[in-house]
């Protein structure tokens, strides 16, 4: 069973690398701009369909090799999942290292067929665009960290009836494979990562409303209805992962506290449920939204394919990846590669934003 888990988060990551290139806005190839009257270049095209049938293809030789060994040996528990993180990222860097190399190849284009040349650069902007964004309320998100906070009172109160050695990490058959000694830190160190993971959601839908909106000149009215539904359902999709790692993460911290509502075939399980739910909201954010919308049915305008472009803003983005822009002040910015979101590294805030939660996690992981 296990084998098989580890087996289908292989292939979804796979196909989710190997189809980017189709998840992304036509103006956009492998991290360059490309303005909307080359955006059909069959170079272009061909690049994209190439770039998906070498990545998938590596990806399923990669998840078949896994598979057969995994079958043929009978690894214990901990190799096996050693050698599964070392194959997932094995299938990333495939990807990463054939983008890089596309990446190149599109720009080199780009300079030789001088698609910007003799172009009038335009950045459009939207005065009622803030007014338009429908987020969630940042009080929903709060709610959550509520619950938290309550999770780590409740469970001063239960201190004394809590086990003298407590449970800091669960193996893949459901059982407690780690355990710390009981402090008044250790039993609320669950409930803290997870009040630093749900602040983590927060910033994000709180980054969304002033993240500046990169509109079509060519599309106003489509691009600026794109831009407006990514930034909803993105925040839907955090409230999502919110919830769920909430529901989960507090029932694991519970268990501790009365054992008698646990079980191993609970603990086993219900990781499964949220790595399944999890997959498939991120097919459904992925196929039915795409990266900035891209894939979402809006009303058609005709395209205006005047001798006007976006901005071209290739020079802030390093690989394509790694946005700095010290003008913009937007924290957080759409990917150019990939859905969802990446940070302006630019903005002294984004080092914060970055960091301080992943220390305190680390501080609160190796006080243990």
Same mark, same amino acid.
């Given at each position: *069973?296990?084998?098989?888990?580890?087996?289908?988060?292989?292939?979804?990551?796979?196909?989710?690398?190997?189809?980017?290139?189709?998840?992304?806005?036509?103006?956009? #190839?492998?991290?360059?701009?490309?303005?909307?009257?080359?955006?059909?270049?069959?170079?272009?095209?061909?690049?994209?369909?190439?770039?998906?049938?070498?990545?998938?293809?590596?990806?399923?030789?990669?998840?078949? #090799?896994?598979?057969?060994?995994?079958?043929?040996?009978?690894?214990?528990?901990?190799?096996?999942?050693?050698?599964?993180?070392?194959?997932?990222?094995?299938?990333?860097?495939?990807?990463?290292?054939?983008?890089? *190399?596309?990446?190149?190849?599109?720009?080199?284009?780009?300079?030789?067929?001088?698609?910007?040349?003799?172009?009038?650069?335009?950045?459009?902007?939207?005065?009622?665009?803030?007014?338009?964004?429908?987020?969630?309320?940042?009080?929903?998100?709060?709610?959550?960290?509520?619950?938290?906070?309550?999770?780590?009172?409740?469970?001063?109160?239960?201190?004394?009836?809590?086990?003298?050695?407590?449970?800091?990490?669960?193996?893949?058959?459901?059982?407690?494979?780690?355990?710390?000694?009981?402090?008044?830190?250790?039993?609320?160190?669950?409930?803290?990562?997870?009040?630093?993971?749900?602040?983590?959601?927060?910033?994000?839908?709180?980054?969304?409303?002033?993240?500046?909106?990169?509109?079509?000149? #060519?599309?106003?009215?489509?691009?600026?209805?794109?831009?407006?539904?990514?930034?909803?359902?993105?925040?839907?999709?955090?409230?999502?992962?919110?919830?769920?790692?909430?529901?989960? *993460?507090?029932?694991?911290?519970?268990?501790?506290?009365?054992?008698?509502?646990?079980?191993?075939?609970?603990?086993?399980?219900?990781?499964?449920?949220?790595?399944?739910?999890?997959?498939?909201?991120?097919?459904?954010?992925?196929?039915?939204?795409?990266?900035?919308?891209?894939?979402?049915?809006?009303?058609?305008?005709?395209?205006?394919?005047?001798?006007?472009?976006?901005?071209?803003?290739?020079?802030?983005?390093?690989?394509?990846?790694?946005?700095?822009?010290?003008?913009?002040?937007?924290?957080?910015?759409?990917?150019?590669?990939?859905?969802?979101?990446?940070?302006?590294?630019?903005?002294?805030?984004?080092?914060?934003?970055?960091?301080?939660?992943?220390?305190?996690?680390?501080?609160?992981?190796?006080?243990?």
């Amino acid at each position: *069973m296990i084998i098989f888990l580890f087996g289908f988060i292989l292939l979804f990551i796979t196909v989710l690398q190997a189809l980017t290139p189709k998840l992304l806005k036509q103006t956009e #190839a492998f991290g360059v701009y490309v303005p909307e009257q080359y955006a059909k270049e069959q170079t272009i095209v061909a690049y994209k369909k190439r770039y998906t049938t070498v990545v998938l293809t590596l990806g399923i030789i990669l998840l078949a #090799a896994y598979l057969i060994w995994a079958l043929t040996q009978s690894p214990t528990e901990e190799v096996l999942s050693l050698i599964s993180v070392g194959v997932q990222f094995s299938i990333l860097f495939i990807g990463l290292g054939y983008y890089f *190399m596309m990446h190149v190849r599109v720009k080199r284009l780009k300079e030789a067929q001088g698609w910007t040349t003799g172009k009038k650069e335009v950045r459009v902007v939207d005065l009622q665009f803030q007014e338009k964004l429908q987020l969630i309320p940042r009080i929903v998100f709060i709610i959550p960290m509520i619950i938290t906070v309550g999770l780590i009172i409740y469970t001063f109160m239960k201190y004394a009836q809590m086990p003298d050695m407590i449970p800091t990490h669960w193996g893949p058959s459901g059982q407690p494979d780690a355990f710390s000694e009981k402090t008044y830190f250790s039993v609320v160190s669950l409930p803290l990562i997870l009040l630093v993971m749900q602040g983590m959601f927060l910033m994000m839908s709180e980054g969304m409303k002033f993240s500046g909106a990169k509109i079509n000149p #060519a599309n106003k009215k489509t691009s600026v209805a794109q831009q407006l539904a990514f930034r909803k359902y993105s925040s839907w999709f955090a409230l999502f992962i919110t919830i769920t790692m909430t529901l989960m *993460m507090g029932y694991f911290h519970l268990q501790t506290i009365h054992p008698e509502i646990g079980s191993a075939w609970v603990m086993f399980a219900l990781p499964l449920v949220f790595l399944v739910l999890t997959f498939l909201a991120v097919g459904i954010y992925i196929v039915k939204v795409g990266q900035s919308g891209s894939r979402l049915k809006i009303e058609e305008e005709s395209p205006n394919l005047e001798d006007k472009i976006a901005v071209d803003d290739d020079k802030y983005w390093k690989g394509g990846i790694i946005y700095i822009n010290r003008d913009d002040p937007s924290i957080l910015v759409e990917k150019r590669f990939g859905v969802g979101w990446t940070l302006n590294f630019g903005r002294p805030l984004s080092w914060l934003v970055l960091f301080v939660p992943l220390i305190l996690i680390l501080i609160i992981v190796f006080s243990l």
